[in-house]
C-alpha cells in the first residue's frame, strides 16, 4: 500500500535507520477535513486494500452545497470505516484567539 509504504521511509528518514514493521501492531489511518473531492479515492484506495480508516469530518462540508459530500460520507459509512467530528468548520479550533478556554 502507497501510503504506509511513504509513511515507512519517513520513519527511516527520521530515525536514519532501517525499521521493520511488526506483525503484531496495528496502524490507525485518519483523514481529516472531509468529505471532500478526495474522499473517493482515499475510498477506493482502502477498498483495494481491505482497510478501514478514521474519518475526521468538517460540518461545512455538508452544509456548503456541494450535495456528493453527501453521498461521499454515507459511503465512507456504508464500507465500515469510523467517522468522527473535526468541527463545524476547522479554522476555529486552530485559531487561538477564538478558542474557547
Ligand atoms: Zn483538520
Redesign the pocket.
Known sequence: MQILFLSMLTIQAYYGRTVQPAADRTIYLTF??GPGEGTPHVLDVLKQYGVRGTF?I?GQNLDNGVTENEDYLLRTLNEGHVVAD??YN?MLH?NKKDTPR
Open positions: 481529516d477535513d475526521f468538517n473535526h468541527s476547522h486552530n
